[in-house]
């Protein structure tokens, strides 16, 4: 049972702030987030900066939204005439949340995502308490680097890190900020339900053994690294074939052209099929024989690993950011050096010799995944977080 302060319940309506509107990491996590907040007898009211599929779950949960550009911190604005672009988006952005806010008094801004810089500036200004939850880490430029810890430190005393490696990575930068882990938990019940059917879908054997990867197209989730590999293994396991499911972030649109040539240039075209955004992961990650998550930089704790071990599929994954605090190493599935394609072919060879270690290390998956990733503890963790803030 989730407890609630006397001092906590005089908040009333909160402000959330997201970052995307596509149903991937952060945005699962926020639909966990509101129900908590309602059943506590509290009002959110989500901003979301474009449009998108969670619209419509947030309909479904009765959560009134707005859509509104943010102004949202991506790499291809660190320039001065991006940055230009985003001082004059954050203006408008503030303008519209100062109308809102006299409709709404909102008593606290819930910023999902370190990419939403407006709320930390805008809540300080107005004088509203604060919270930030973290999913990034940042390794440069040095000046961006600066620039959030700054602004951590000036809006968010106790800032919610989705992992250690987020809060090891904060905390060497921040001077005031006390960054808390809270790890992610989703409800897995529709992972562990679910019907595989990929296979039919793509005119594939019974037989046929399936390795795929879940993710945004962007320069760090790997997409290429797993390419590497994919033409390495094709050869010696004429049985295997490889599927890559995500849609690039907008401006990335060029780097899924160059993916799409890649597997036309490298002659895989009848051993990867590229899927796109899905909303049916359940069934994918079901119908997976191995899930690779191949990051080429620090992934803070991607969610599809929770997915990929509530499925009862083994994970094999570069050892990046909060992968490690996912994954027993040998137990539930395998940790590999970054860009150390070798070592990944010969983790693969591994599981897809044998079915019986498939099988082992998926059970120990999903037994994991409920034992130390649970939707209760992190709701009652996030729950005692609040409250610790509201008795500061």
């Known amino acids: 049972m989730v407890y609630i302060s006397k001092s906590m319940a005089k908040l009333r309506n909160v402000l959330f702030l997201q970052s995307s509107s596509e149903g991937y990491g952060s945005a699962k996590i926020l639909l966990q987030v509101l129900p908590l907040f309602q059943r506590q007898g509290l009002f959110p009211h989500v901003v979301l900066t474009n449009p998108g599929p969670l619209e419509g779950e947030l309909n479904k949960l009765q959560v009134p939204y707005s859509v509104q550009n943010l102004g949202i911190l991506r790499r291809k ?12 988006k954050l203006w408008t952005a503030s303008r519209f949340l100062s109308q809102l806010h006299s409709e709404h008094n909102f008593e606290m801004v819930y910023s999902n995502t370190l990419a939403v810089i407006v709320g930390a500036i805008w809540a300080k200004y107005k004088g509203i308490s604060h919270q930030w939850h973290i999913h990034e880490i940042v390794l440069g430029p040095s000046t961006l680097v600066r620039g959030l810890s700054w602004l ?16 090891s990575h904060w905390q060497a930068h921040v001077k005031k900020a006390q960054l808390q882990v809270i790890h992610n938990g989703l409800p897995y019940d529709s992972f562990t339900q679910a019907q595989p059917h990929i296979k039919q879908e793509l005119g594939l054997p019974e037989n046929a053994l399936l390795v795929g990867m879940v993710g945004r197209i962007n320069p760090g989730k790997g997409q290429f690294f797993f390419l590497e590999a994919a033409e390495k293994l094709a050869a010696s396991f004429p049985d295997v074939h490889f599927v890559l499911v995500g849609d690039p972030f907008a401006s990335y649109e060029p780097l899924l052209e160059q993916l799409k040539a890649s597997i036309q240039d490298l002659g895989l075209s009848d051993r990867v099929s590229y899927l796109g955004f899905r909303e049916d992961i359940p069934e994918i990650m079901a119908s997976l024989s191995v899930f690779v998550l191949p990051s080429i930089l620090p992934d803070s704790f991607p969610t599809v690993v929770l997915e990929a071990m509530a499925s009862g599929t083994p994970v094999v994954a570069t050892e990046s950011g909060g992968t490690s605090e996912m994954i027993e190493k040998g137990v539930t599935g395998f940790l590999v050096p970054i860009g150390e394609v070798d070592t990944l072919v010969k983790t693969l060879e591994k599981l897809l010799s044998s079915r019986s270690l498939r099988k082992k290390m998926g059970e120990a998956g999903q037994i994991r995944v409920h034992k130390e990733f649970s939707l209760e503890a992190f709701q009652a963790k996030l729950s005692t977080h609040l409250w610790a803030l509201k008795n500061c």
Request: proline share 11%; aromatic share 8%.
């Open 152 to 167: 951590m430190d000036y809006s968010t005393p106790q800032p919610i890190a989705v992992s250690q490696a987020v809060a």
């Open 77 to 88: 604005y660190l320039s001065p005439l991006g940055l230009l672009n985003r001082l004059k």
